[in-house]
T-cell receptor, first 116, second 113 residues
């Protein structure tokens, strides 16, 4: 089965500094990868996805993610963090069963705290 | 604007009671999903549906059931609530099961005493 791992429970960064939230994946075949963000007391919101094409994917709110096949990683990045970026971030990968059913498998989440 | 809503937002119930959580979407999406979110586990899939009258079990389906009688609604039922089912429940919908964006509802916080 496909899976993703988010090795950091929490990432702390000062406002204005670049941020990186890490995600590694384990898949057979071509990976379909996603990042979602969850603000307090809200549902998840889609940020960006990698299906195919350019390894650098741009998404909402100034976020981008770099797909690295050799390192099996899909790290989320932003050049300059904002306090309002503080939230819970989830990496996800498409998983396809033997019956052809497709679903998303989520990582355990990384809490990002941006200090003023 | 299209949206996905869940009700109630908060629910406290007792062990053994039947509980139904509602999910309603106006995106006209065929695909709908129920997840539970627990600390240290991320989101885990409970049930999903590809369309009217279609329902399928996810990875943590024991003790839960769903029915899909129309495109807009996918209610989640806990047949006999257990304390282990205390969690935050999210409903989601999408046009494609995996390659398209999943749109999430605001969640229901369920406490089973």
């Amino acid at each position: 089965a496909q899976s993703v791992a988010q090795p950091e429970d929490q990432v702390n960064v000062a406002e204005g500094n670049p941020l990186t939230v890490k995600c590694t994946y384990s898949v057979s075949g071509n990976p379909y990868l996603f990042w979602y963000v969850q603000y307090p007391n809200r549902g998840l919101q889609f940020l960006l996805k990698y299906i195919t094409g350019d390894n650098l994917v741009k998404g909402s709110y100034g976020f981008e993610a770099e797909f690295n096949k050799s390192q099996t990683s899909f790290h989320l990045k932003k050049p300059s963090a904002l306090v309002s970026d503080s939230a819970l971030y989830f990496c996800a990968v498409r998983d396809m069963s033997n019956t052809g059913f497709q679903k998303l498998v989520f990582g355990t989440g990384t809490r990002l705290l941006v200090s003023p | 604007d299209a949206e996905i809503t869940q009700s109630p937002r908060h629910k406290i119930t007792e062990t053994g009671r039947q509980v139904t959580l509602a999910c309603h979407q106006t995106w006209n999406h065929n695909n709908m999903f129920w997840y539970r979110q627990d600390l240290g586990h991320g989101l885990r899939l409970i049930h999903y549906s590809y369309g009217v009258h279609d329902t399928n079990k996810g990875e943590v389906s024991d003790g839960y059931s769903v029915s899909r009688s129309n495109t807009e609604d996918l209610p989640l039922t806990l047949e006999s609530a257990a304390s282990s089912q205390t969690s935050v429940y999210f409903c989601a919908s999408s046009e494609s099961p995996s390659t398209d964006t999943q749109y999430f509802g605001p969640g229901t916080r369920l406490t089973v005493l």
